[in-house]
T-cell receptor
Framework: GENVEQHPSTLSVQEGDSAVIKCTYSDSASNYFPWYKQELGKGPQLIIDIRSNVGEKKDQRIAVTLNKTAKHFSLHITETQPEDSAVYFCAASMDGTSYGKLTFGQGTILTVHP | DVKVTQSSRYLVKRTGEKVFLECVQDMDHENMFWYRQDPGLGLRLIYFSYDVKMKEKGDIPEGYSVSREKKERFSLILESASTNQTSMYLC?????????????????FGAGTRLSVL
């Protein structure tokens, strides 16, 4: 089955800096890669996703890049703010199969210091 | 807005007890999932269901069972709770239909149940 590795496990940045979280996946058949953000006391919530036919996707201060050849994808957050502090999870899936099952990475605790 | 509600935020049980964790979603989603979340291990899938009375094992089903008698409700059952089942449990739902959200891969999560087994 699919295996997703996520690094780093913790990330501490100053407000205004950029943050990058990286994930690798094992199954070359995976073609959908979402990122979820979990704030304290809440469940994870989708913040951005990318499909394998696209190399990069942006939404305001967040962006995701995908390298299919190397089987890795990354989340980039620019101009970080204290409200970006949360746990971030990457995931991988084969779109259109397996009832939408996702395989998640281990999570990254991001702390943005004011 | 999709709402996934887990019946308890915190639960304390004793070893050997039978434990029920309940999850209800209000968007008529076909798919429902149970995960456990442990530090450094991410979200691991326990069981999922793609229709009423249908269920499939996830990656870590041992010690758990599930029940889905109605479309909106998915229950996780610990037949005989053990200390190694102390964890955060998250329920999620998704739908392949446009009416339900349009993307089967987008999962909507509840706030979680933190279970302690003593």
């Amino acid at each position: 089955g699919e295996n997703v590795e996520q690094h780093p496990s913790t990330l501490s940045v100053q407000e205004g800096d950029s943050a990058v979280i990286k994930c690798t996946y094992s199954d070359s058949a995976s073609n959908y890669f979402p990122w979820y953000k979990q704030e304290l006391g809440k469940g994870p919530q989708l913040i951005i996703d990318i499909r394998s036919n696209v190399g990069e996707k942006k939404d305001q201060r967040i962006a995701v890049t995908l390298n299919k050849t190397a089987k890795h994808f990354s989340l980039h957050i620019t101009e970080t703010q204290p409200e970006d502090s949360a746990v971030y999870f990457c995931a991988a899936s084969m779109d259109g199969t397996s009832y939408g099952k996702l395989t998640f990475g281990q999570g990254t605790i991001l702390t943005v210091h004011p | 807005d999709v709402k996934v509600t887990q019946s308890s935020r915190y639960l304390v049980k004793r070893t050997g007890e039978k434990v029920f964790l309940e999850c209800v979603q209000d968007m008529d989603h076909e798919n429902m999932f149970w995960y456990r979340q442990d530090p450094g291990l991410g979200l691991r899938l326990i069981y999922f269901s793609y229709d009423v009375k249908m269920k499939e094992k996830g990656d870590i089903p041992e010690g758990y069972s599930v029940s889905r008698e109605k479309k909106e409700r998915f229950s996780l059952i610990l037949e005989s709770a053990s200390t190694n089942q102390t964890s955060m449990y998250l329920c999620a739902s998704s739908s392949p239909s446009l009416r339900g959200g349009g993307n089967e891969n987008i999962q909507y999560f509840g706030a979680g149940t933190r279970l302690s087994v003593l």
